[in-house]
């Protein structure tokens, strides 16, 4: 196991690394009502939380098939990033499917969202 200030420089170096990237995605949350409706609850409108870094991760289409999903990426262990969020990159809409937070030797580092990319007309 790492001392406290071990861990504060495994989330400090990955979080620079991160931010080296120079890669932004803008994450929107979904407005959910209607919870009480007879058809249900729906998606009413999206909220934005902002525009975060990111590391898109550049894998092979069957990579991506192994993982389940159809993009990946690294975030900062503070984000706001939550299953059902959609996070756009490259104007391209992606619903956040998984949100996992990396443990190096007891250090939070960062989080790996797994993301379904959205196609809707």
Do not use: W
Not at 17 to 27: F, P, V, W
Not at 30 to 37: F, I, T
């Amino acid at each position: 196991m790492l001392e406290p200030h071990e861990k504060e420089m495994v989330a400090l170096s990955t979080a620079e690394l991160i931010q080296m990237s120079g890669e932004i995605a803008e994450i929107l949350r979904p407005s959910v009502v209607g919870a009480g409706d007879f058809a249900g609850p729906h998606e009413a409108s999206e909220e934005s939380l902002g525009s975060m870094p990111i590391e898109f991760k550049q894998l092979s289409p069957d990579e991506l098939k192994q993982v389940g999903a159809d993009g990946m990426c690294s975030m900062l262990t503070d984000t706001d990033v939550a299953e059902g969020d959609i996070l756009i990159y490259n104007n391209v809409r992606y619903c956040v499917s998984d949100v996992k937070p990396m443990n190096c030797f007891g250090a939070v580092s960062h989080l790996i969202v797994k993301l379904e990319r959205e196609y809707k007309s």
